[in-house]
């Protein structure tokens, strides 16, 4: 009833705000499913009794490459949370967002009452878009945005894309010269705009108070993830559930793994990959060029990161 009666909202907004092309591709109100348990018994997959499917009352906007996934998988230990299981990408990509606000529901977890649903898709923080849309969804809503050296994010937002390449066979090119084109450092590079911290978050801030965006040190998460996610839970208000043991250090993969309900796991092995040696001259180009908006970001968060 909750995703119903904010898809109602989102529809009139719709309807004033967007073009009507959009507004048509939006599911109209005698289609609606006003239901959870009606649509899941119709496909034949009974709900847990007592839960139902309800709008985000947390979403993780941010970064790519940040740690998005560690920070999801750590919170899903807290008995008092249901994370989504995928990328929903509603907000910031046009064709879905266009889906309208119940296909949005339908991708949430079901959840008890005493449960929040948290969802979980990195383009938010960059997506010039996805503030002003969340605000219109529910103005006072938490936000999560998990951030990590933004040079660092560059390397490994470069050796993601190299491995998927790989994978596809379609031709690779070296990290150099990606970030440098004519003897500069090329600043138009996608990987290094995600890294401009303060330009995406002063969007954010045009939408939302800075008390309603918690800030995760992805570097801090890394090396000692206790710390940080009770921050977390104190943030989302959440009973303090997740403990010391619940984290084991694996010497193989070089990073902490998950122990809950009596089983241990740890992210995929395409986390945590290796990055490529950059050329240090390269490396220091890509520093210099990030370190003043670094600055303005601290500024705009009231707070400092040990970034190089």
Request: hydrophobic share 40%; glycine share 4%.
């Amino acid at each position: 009833m909750a995703c119903f009666l904010a898809s109602v909202f989102l529809l009139v907004l719709q309807s004033y705000a967007a073009p009507p092309e959009l507004v048509q591709a939006v599911v109209t109100l005698d289609t609606l499913d006003l239901s959870a348990e009606i649509s899941a018994n119709a496909s034949g997959d009974l709900p847990p009794p007592g839960t139902s499917k309800r709008a985000p009352h947390s979403i993780i906007i941010g970064v790519r490459k940040g740690g998005t996934r560690a920070l999801l998988e750590m919170l899903d230990i807290h008995p008092e949370v249901a994370v989504a299981a995928t990328e929903v990408h509603f907000f910031d990509w046009d064709e879905n967002y266009a889906k309208g606000f119940e296909w949005y529901c339908d991708l949430m977890p079901y959840s008890y009452p005493q449960q929040i649903t948290v969802e979980k898709t990195p383009g938010y923080f960059t997506s010039a878009l996805a503030p002003e849309r969340i605000h219109a969804m529910n103005s006072s809503i938490k936000l999560l945005l998990i951030l990590r050296d933004p040079a660092e994010r560059v390397i490994s937002d470069y050796t993601q894309v190299y491995f998927n390449r790989l994978e596809n066979h379609k031709p690779v090119q070296a990290i150099e010269n990606l970030l440098v084109r004519n003897g500069a450092l090329n600043t138009r590079y996608k990987a290094i705009q995600r890294s401009l911290y303060d330009v995406h978050m002063r969007t954010w801030l045009r939408h939302f108070p800075l008390a309603q965006i918690h800030i995760v040190d992805g570097d801090t998460l890394i090396h000692d993830p206790l710390p940080e996610l009770q921050k977390v839970e104190r943030f989302l208000n959440l009973p303090p559930r997740i403990v010391s043991s619940n984290f084991y250090f694996n010497q193989t993969k070089g990073f902490y793994c998950i122990r809950s309900d009596g089983r241990e796991r740890c992210l995929h092995e395409s986390k945590g990959r290796p990055h490529p040696a950059v050329n240090s001259t390269v490396l220091q180009q890509l520093r210099s060029y990030l370190r003043e908006h670094n600055r303005n970001f601290y500024r705009l968060v009231k707070r400092t990161f040990d970034w190089q």
